[in-house]
């Protein structure tokens, strides 16, 4: 599967984003997709997973409550849509599938990956 990754910009803080992710290929559906970040001079770092369904989700702390992924199976897109946005926010985030109903948490459980898409919080 190939997957596009767009939406990132400079946003202000308080402010929101949406970043969309476009698959091509293979069945999107049988794919479990997580959103991943990275800042510089840090390690990617897991954000958002989606069971296959859309039925599942997690995020990580730092993003509960303002993040939510979600998923159109019919249209082969997966959404982060990004609230309430902190300058700790700021790094390229990816868009990533994993074969299987169930996503991972760790990058390496990821088989496919997008191009990445900066998201940038500044006044």
């Known amino acids: 599967v190939q997957l596009q990754a767009s939406g990132g910009g400079l946003v202000l803080p308080g402010g929101s984003l949406r970043l969309s992710c476009a698959a091509s290929g293979r069945t999107f559906s049988s794919y479990a997709m997580g959103w991943f970040r990275q800042a510089p001079g840090k390690e990617r770092e897991f954000v958002a997973g989606i069971s296959w369904s859309g039925g599942n989700t997690d995020y990580t702390d730092s993003v509960k409550g303002r993040f939510t992924i979600s998923r159109d199976n019919a249209n082969n897109t997966l959404y982060l849509q990004m609230n309430r946005l902190k300058p700790e926010d700021t790094a390229v985030y990816y868009c990533?599938?994993?074969?299987?109903?169930?996503?991972?948490?760790?990058?390496?459980?990821?088989?496919?990956w997008g191009q990445g898409t900066q998201v940038t919080v500044s006044s």
């Open positions: 990533a599938a994993r074969g299987g109903s169930w996503y991972g948490y760790q990058s390496y459980e990821y088989k496919y």
